[in-house]
């Protein structure tokens, strides 16, 4: 007669290594070889014949437990599977965990069954296994589906309905944001942006540029740009005649703090880096501006600064400088323009401060 392992046990029990290797990709023989090489099972005398039938039947109970995790709130409600509510909340965090390589990978990509059959090419160029890859996009696509015309803010909404961390669900706000609202995150320039970075850019725009920004309640989304406040952008024209005295309190403010070549720059190309930040506001209202605002930050201000051997601390000095400037300027002239400009810099500094990478 064959020989059958057969395990009883009350509870389901979760293995935090084994279902990790099941979560990165791993197959069953992949993961026994793992953990052999790892001495799993060595302080027992387990033999790996043993060792083998354990992963597999592990591997067999998370693949049963994967349909529930689809839809979390079924898991939560079955009875198939006794879980304890740590084991539970461990199995859904790790479940609907995201790389950064592969989200960087695939943002700005079209969540496609066909984008999801090349999905080999990402793990090749992000070392992640195929399996994980399909995961990772299947868990982004249905997130997506789910919260992307849900009222309210993205951060709670997936919160709510996937069960995952404060901190998680922020990554896959970022990801639905920046596809909901389509910003340009795919061009070559703009490679060099980690999902971090993103992350970062993304979450300020979200605070400051949508509807959200100083009202609460379920009629607002943060993935719909506050069209009036992009409209009003327009009035900083108006800053364009006051260039002058503008470089003048910047120049006053960073030539105690800059190398004499350095400021020497900064007083020949002021106009220039001047100019783009106004233009880049008056513009943000078309949608096309809105969606190319990486790409613009970076042509007109990263790039000459790099070519012009500015360090980030240098950036993050003058961005500081011009911002107060204009505030100090227009405090007791017009209040209208010192908030819209206030508002539209807390987002610019963010950004071009994670964009500049030297």
Same mark, same amino acid.
């Given at each position: 007669?064959?020989?059958?392992?057969?395990?009883?046990?009350?509870?389901?029990?979760?293995?935090?290594?084994?279902?990790?290797?099941?979560?990165?990709?791993?197959?069953?023989? &992949?993961?026994?070889?793992?953990?052999?090489?790892?001495?799993?099972?060595?302080?027992?005398?387990?033999?790996?014949?043993?060792?083998?039938?354990?992963?597999?039947? *592990?591997?067999?109970?998370?693949?049963?437990?994967?349909?529930?995790? *689809?839809?979390?709130?079924?898991?939560? &409600?079955?009875?198939?599977?006794?879980?304890?509510?740590?084991?539970?909340?461990?199995?859904?965090?790790?479940?609907?965990?995201? /790389? /950064?390589?592969?989200?960087?990978?695939?943002?700005?990509?079209?969540?496609?069954?066909?984008?999801?059959?090349?999905?080999?090419?990402?793990?090749?160029?992000?070392?992640?296994?195929?399996?994980? #890859?399909?995961?990772?996009?299947?868990?982004?696509?249905?997130?997506?589906?789910?919260? &992307?015309?849900?009222?309210?803010?993205?951060?709670?909404?997936?919160?709510?309905?996937?069960?995952?961390?404060?901190?998680?669900?922020?990554?896959?706000?970022?990801?639905?944001?920046?596809?909901?609202?389509?910003? !340009?995150?795919?061009?070559?320039?703009?490679?060099?942006?980690?999902?971090?970075?993103?992350?970062?850019?993304?979450?300020?725009?979200?605070?400051?540029?949508?509807?959200?920004?100083?009202?609460?309640?379920? !009629?607002?989304?943060?993935?719909?740009?506050?069209? &009036?406040?992009?409209?009003?952008?327009?009035?900083?024209?108006?800053?364009?005649?006051? !260039?002058?005295?503008?470089?003048?309190?910047?120049?006053?403010?960073?030539?105690?703090?800059?190398?004499?070549?350095?400021?020497?720059?900064?007083?020949?190309?002021?106009?220039?880096?001047?100019?783009?930040?106004?233009?880049?506001?008056?513009?943000?209202?078309?949608?096309?501006?809105?969606?190319?605002?990486?790409?613009?930050?970076?042509?007109?201000?990263?790039?000459?600064?790099?070519?012009?051997?500015?360090?980030? !601390?240098?950036?993050?000095?003058?961005?500081?400088?011009?911002?107060?400037?204009?505030?100090?300027?227009?405090?007791?002239?017009?209040?209208?323009?010192? #908030?819209?400009?206030?508002?539209?810099?807390?987002?610019?500094?963010?950004?071009?401060?994670?964009?500049? *990478?030297?």
């Amino acid at each position: 007669m064959a020989d059958v392992d057969v395990f009883i046990s009350n509870y389901t029990l979760v293995d935090p290594e084994i279902y990790q290797l099941w979560i990165e990709g791993f197959s069953s023989s &992949e993961a026994v070889c793992y953990l052999k090489q790892k001495g799993f099972g060595h302080s027992m005398g387990a033999p790996i014949d043993l060792i083998a039938s354990d992963v597999l039947d *592990h591997y067999r109970t998370y693949s049963l437990i994967e349909l529930y995790l *689809h839809a979390p709130t079924k898991l939560m &409600e079955q009875s198939c599977f006794q879980l304890e509510n740590h084991t539970r909340d461990l199995i859904i965090e790790k479940y609907y965990s995201i /790389d /950064d390589v592969v989200a960087r990978e695939i943002l700005g990509k079209k969540l496609t069954s066909r984008y999801r059959k090349d999905l080999d090419e990402v793990g090749d160029k992000t070392c992640v296994k195929l399996k994980s #890859c399909r995961r990772q996009f299947d868990n982004v696509k249905r997130i997506f589906r789910t919260v &992307e015309e849900m009222p309210g803010t993205l951060t709670n909404n997936i919160m709510q309905h996937f069960f995952i961390s404060n901190e998680l669900a922020k990554k896959y706000a970022c990801i639905v944001f920046l596809a909901c609202l389509r910003f !340009e995150t795919s061009k070559k320039k703009l490679q060099y942006l980690t999902f971090s970075d993103l992350l970062t850019c993304s979450h300020s725009i979200m605070i400051y540029w949508t509807y959200t920004y100083q009202h609460t309640g379920p !009629e607002y989304y943060d993935t719909e740009m506050d069209k &009036e406040f992009l409209l009003d952008l327009r009035e900083l024209r108006c800053l364009l005649d006051k !260039e002058k005295e503008i470089k003048h309190l910047v120049c006053m403010r960073l030539k105690p703090v800059l190398l004499e070549r350095a400021f020497n720059e900064l007083d020949g190309n002021f106009r220039s880096y001047w100019r783009a930040l106004i233009t880049i506001a008056c513009n943000l209202h078309r949608n096309r501006e809105l969606r190319d605002l990486f790409v613009d930050l970076c042509e007109r201000l990263v790039e000459p600064w790099r070519q012009n051997g500015w360090n980030r !601390e240098q950036v993050n000095k003058f961005l500081a400088s011009i911002t107060q400037s204009v505030l100090d300027l227009e405090i007791s002239r017009d209040q209208e323009t010192r #908030c819209l400009w206030d508002r539209y810099m807390q987002v610019i500094t963010i950004c071009l401060d994670r964009m500049y *990478h030297v």
